[in-house]
Protein backbone atom coordinates (compact mmCIF):
# COMPACT_ATOMS: atom_id res chain seq x y z
CA UNK A 1 0.00 0.00 0.00
CA UNK A 2 0.98 3.75 -0.55
CA UNK A 3 -0.06 6.69 0.52
CA UNK A 4 -2.32 7.35 4.12
CA UNK A 5 -4.61 4.66 4.98
CA UNK A 6 -7.67 5.14 7.50
CA UNK A 7 -10.01 2.86 9.08
CA UNK A 8 -12.53 2.61 9.22
CA UNK A 9 -14.59 4.76 6.65
CA UNK A 10 -17.68 5.15 7.72
CA UNK A 11 -18.42 4.72 11.91
CA UNK A 12 -21.58 5.63 13.58
CA UNK A 13 -21.47 5.40 17.66
CA UNK A 14 -23.66 6.49 20.59
CA UNK A 15 -22.80 9.07 22.81
CA UNK A 16 -21.82 6.35 25.45
CA UNK A 17 -19.49 4.38 23.51
CA UNK A 18 -15.94 4.36 23.18
CA UNK A 19 -14.19 4.04 19.50
CA UNK A 20 -11.01 4.51 17.94
CA UNK A 21 -9.78 5.84 14.32
CA UNK A 22 -6.64 4.60 12.67
CA UNK A 23 -4.50 5.76 10.19
CA UNK A 24 -1.51 4.64 8.69
CA UNK A 25 1.09 6.05 6.30
CA UNK A 26 3.52 4.32 4.09
CA UNK A 27 5.41 7.79 3.08
CA UNK A 28 7.76 7.87 5.59
CA UNK A 29 6.91 11.08 6.71
CA UNK A 30 7.43 12.62 10.48
CA UNK A 31 4.47 14.72 11.12
CA UNK A 32 1.04 13.32 11.37
CA UNK A 33 -2.06 15.43 11.93
CA UNK A 34 -5.68 15.11 12.61
CA UNK A 35 -8.38 17.59 10.90
CA UNK A 36 -12.04 17.61 11.62
CA UNK A 37 -14.28 18.52 8.25
CA UNK A 38 -18.00 19.80 9.65
CA UNK A 39 -20.67 20.62 7.19
CA UNK A 40 -19.95 24.38 5.69
CA UNK A 41 -17.06 25.12 7.81
CA UNK A 42 -13.16 25.42 6.87
CA UNK A 43 -10.78 21.87 7.94
CA UNK A 44 -10.60 22.68 11.18
CA UNK A 45 -6.48 21.66 12.55
CA UNK A 46 -6.98 19.32 15.71
CA UNK A 47 -3.69 17.76 16.31
CA UNK A 48 -0.09 17.71 15.12
CA UNK A 49 2.76 15.16 16.14
CA UNK A 50 5.91 15.51 14.72
CA UNK A 51 8.65 13.11 15.22
CA UNK A 52 5.79 10.86 17.55
CA UNK A 53 5.70 14.47 19.70
CA UNK A 54 2.56 15.93 19.98
CA UNK A 55 3.29 19.54 19.03
CA UNK A 56 0.07 21.16 18.93
CA UNK A 57 -3.76 20.66 20.53
CA UNK A 58 -5.97 23.22 19.01
CA UNK A 59 -8.13 23.48 21.93
CA UNK A 60 -10.03 19.95 21.25
CA UNK A 61 -12.62 18.70 23.37
CA UNK A 62 -10.59 16.15 26.34
CA UNK A 63 -13.00 13.17 24.48
CA UNK A 64 -10.63 13.28 21.60
CA UNK A 65 -7.82 11.73 22.96
CA UNK A 66 -4.98 11.40 20.03
CA UNK A 67 -2.14 8.56 20.18
CA UNK A 68 1.01 8.51 18.07
CA UNK A 69 3.11 5.01 18.77
CA UNK A 70 5.51 5.72 15.90
CA UNK A 71 5.98 7.71 13.05
CA UNK A 72 3.84 5.30 11.18
CA UNK A 73 0.74 4.82 13.24
CA UNK A 74 -2.15 7.40 14.69
CA UNK A 75 -4.97 7.11 16.67
CA UNK A 76 -7.75 8.74 18.13
CA UNK A 77 -9.79 7.17 20.42
CA UNK A 78 -12.69 9.00 20.99
CA UNK A 79 -15.55 8.35 23.99
CA UNK A 80 -18.77 10.25 25.13
CA UNK A 81 -19.15 11.96 22.13
CA UNK A 82 -21.79 14.25 21.19
CA UNK A 83 -24.23 14.84 17.99
CA UNK A 84 -22.04 18.12 16.80
CA UNK A 85 -19.25 15.99 16.98
CA UNK A 86 -20.50 13.94 13.58
CA UNK A 87 -18.06 14.68 10.76
CA UNK A 88 -15.63 13.74 8.54
CA UNK A 89 -12.01 13.18 10.32
CA UNK A 90 -9.50 13.32 7.86
CA UNK A 91 -5.28 12.20 8.53
CA UNK A 92 -2.16 13.53 6.97
CA UNK A 93 1.26 13.31 7.27
CA UNK A 94 4.04 15.55 5.97
CA UNK A 95 7.82 15.54 5.28
CA UNK A 96 8.17 17.77 8.66
CA UNK A 97 11.71 19.61 7.95
CA UNK A 98 10.48 20.57 4.68
CA UNK A 99 8.85 24.30 4.55
CA UNK A 100 6.81 23.80 0.96
CA UNK A 101 5.72 19.44 2.05
CA UNK A 102 2.51 19.18 0.77
CA UNK A 103 0.30 17.36 3.04
CA UNK A 104 -1.00 13.86 2.41
CA UNK A 105 -4.36 12.93 3.38
CA UNK A 106 -5.97 9.82 3.60
CA UNK A 107 -9.50 9.24 2.38
CA UNK A 108 -11.15 10.13 6.00
CA UNK A 109 -13.82 8.41 8.47
CA UNK A 110 -16.75 9.41 8.07
CA UNK A 111 -18.37 9.77 11.43
CA UNK A 112 -21.80 9.93 12.85
CA UNK A 113 -22.75 10.12 16.45
CA UNK A 114 -26.04 8.95 17.55
CA UNK B 1 -3.38 35.14 12.85
CA UNK B 2 -3.32 33.77 8.73
CA UNK B 3 -6.84 33.52 7.40
CA UNK B 4 -7.95 31.97 3.99
CA UNK B 5 -11.05 33.36 1.58
CA UNK B 6 -13.08 31.64 -1.21
CA UNK B 7 -15.40 34.12 -2.28
CA UNK B 8 -17.28 31.89 -4.42
CA UNK B 9 -19.06 29.31 -3.34
CA UNK B 10 -19.58 27.34 -6.43
CA UNK B 11 -18.66 27.60 -9.62
CA UNK B 12 -19.72 25.89 -13.12
CA UNK B 13 -17.85 25.67 -16.76
CA UNK B 14 -18.30 23.87 -20.01
CA UNK B 15 -16.25 20.93 -20.54
CA UNK B 16 -12.89 21.71 -22.21
CA UNK B 17 -12.69 25.40 -20.98
CA UNK B 18 -11.03 26.86 -18.48
CA UNK B 19 -11.94 28.21 -14.99
CA UNK B 20 -10.62 30.41 -12.29
CA UNK B 21 -10.90 29.48 -8.73
CA UNK B 22 -10.06 32.51 -6.44
CA UNK B 23 -8.48 32.52 -3.69
CA UNK B 24 -7.37 35.63 -1.02
CA UNK B 25 -5.18 35.44 2.14
CA UNK B 26 -4.00 37.63 4.96
CA UNK B 27 -0.77 37.32 6.83
CA UNK B 28 1.92 39.10 8.51
CA UNK B 29 4.56 36.63 7.95
CA UNK B 30 6.99 36.67 5.16
CA UNK B 31 7.75 33.49 4.15
CA UNK B 32 4.98 31.20 3.53
CA UNK B 33 3.37 28.70 1.18
CA UNK B 34 -0.05 28.39 -0.55
CA UNK B 35 -1.41 25.03 -1.44
CA UNK B 36 -4.43 24.42 -3.32
CA UNK B 37 -6.26 20.52 -2.95
CA UNK B 38 -8.89 18.49 -4.42
CA UNK B 39 -11.43 16.95 -2.47
CA UNK B 40 -13.78 14.69 -4.92
CA UNK B 41 -17.15 13.02 -3.26
CA UNK B 42 -14.91 10.14 -2.14
CA UNK B 43 -13.77 12.52 0.71
CA UNK B 44 -9.54 12.22 -0.01
CA UNK B 45 -7.69 15.57 -0.37
CA UNK B 46 -5.71 15.41 -3.16
CA UNK B 47 -2.54 17.90 -3.35
CA UNK B 48 -2.36 20.05 -6.88
CA UNK B 49 -0.04 22.56 -6.70
CA UNK B 50 2.37 24.60 -4.58
CA UNK B 51 3.51 28.31 -4.95
CA UNK B 52 5.85 29.27 -1.86
CA UNK B 53 5.86 33.13 -1.19
CA UNK B 54 9.42 33.82 -2.54
CA UNK B 55 8.86 32.00 -5.83
CA UNK B 56 9.12 34.23 -8.80
CA UNK B 57 7.10 32.52 -10.87
CA UNK B 58 3.94 31.13 -11.14
CA UNK B 59 3.71 27.64 -10.23
CA UNK B 60 2.05 24.97 -12.89
CA UNK B 61 1.52 21.37 -12.57
CA UNK B 62 0.02 19.78 -15.64
CA UNK B 63 -3.43 21.89 -16.28
CA UNK B 64 -2.97 23.36 -13.12
CA UNK B 65 -1.28 26.56 -12.85
CA UNK B 66 -1.43 29.42 -9.51
CA UNK B 67 -2.01 33.03 -10.48
CA UNK B 68 0.20 34.23 -7.46
CA UNK B 69 -0.34 38.00 -7.21
CA UNK B 70 1.65 38.57 -4.06
CA UNK B 71 1.05 42.44 -3.60
CA UNK B 72 -2.97 41.73 -3.71
CA UNK B 73 -2.36 38.95 -1.48
CA UNK B 74 -4.07 36.32 -4.24
CA UNK B 75 -3.49 32.63 -5.44
CA UNK B 76 -6.11 32.00 -7.72
CA UNK B 77 -6.20 28.29 -9.41
CA UNK B 78 -6.42 28.20 -12.97
CA UNK B 79 -7.58 24.85 -14.57
CA UNK B 80 -7.27 24.18 -18.22
CA UNK B 81 -9.24 22.69 -20.97
CA UNK B 82 -11.70 21.17 -18.04
CA UNK B 83 -13.08 17.50 -17.46
CA UNK B 84 -15.85 15.83 -16.04
CA UNK B 85 -13.45 14.62 -13.48
CA UNK B 86 -12.88 17.88 -12.21
CA UNK B 87 -15.79 17.94 -10.58
CA UNK B 88 -14.99 18.30 -6.80
CA UNK B 89 -15.07 20.73 -3.99
CA UNK B 90 -11.38 22.71 -4.13
CA UNK B 91 -9.60 24.34 -1.40
CA UNK B 92 -7.11 27.03 -1.34
CA UNK B 93 -4.56 26.68 1.72
CA UNK B 94 -1.83 28.46 3.81
CA UNK B 95 1.04 27.46 5.51
CA UNK B 96 3.32 29.44 7.43
CA UNK B 97 7.12 29.09 8.54
CA UNK B 98 7.49 31.44 10.63
CA UNK B 99 7.93 30.69 14.58
CA UNK B 100 10.76 28.68 13.56
CA UNK B 101 7.76 25.44 13.32
CA UNK B 102 8.48 23.99 10.08
CA UNK B 103 6.11 21.52 10.53
CA UNK B 104 2.80 21.71 8.00
CA UNK B 105 0.19 23.58 9.79
CA UNK B 106 -2.64 24.29 7.21
CA UNK B 107 -5.06 26.96 7.45
CA UNK B 108 -7.93 26.29 4.51
CA UNK B 109 -10.69 28.36 3.20
CA UNK B 110 -14.41 27.43 3.05
CA UNK B 111 -13.88 25.83 -0.56
CA UNK B 112 -15.51 26.15 -3.93
CA UNK B 113 -17.59 23.44 -5.64
CA UNK B 114 -16.64 23.09 -9.22
CA UNK B 115 -19.12 21.50 -11.14
CA UNK B 116 -18.18 20.51 -15.49
CA UNK B 117 -21.04 20.19 -17.62
CA UNK B 118 -20.62 18.32 -20.72
Known amino acids: ETGVTQTPRHLVMGMTNKKSLKCEQHLGHNAMYWYKQSAKKPLELMFVYSLEERVENNSVPSRFSPECPNSSHLFLHLHTLQPEDSALYLCASSQDSLGNSPLHFGNGTRLTVT | AQKITQTQPGMFVQEKEAVTLDCTYDTSDQSYGLFWYKQPSSGEMIFLIYQGSYDEQNATEGRYSLNFQKARKSANLVISASQLGDSAMYFC???????????????FGQGTILTVHP
Open chain 2, 93 to 107: AMKSNAGGTSYGKLT
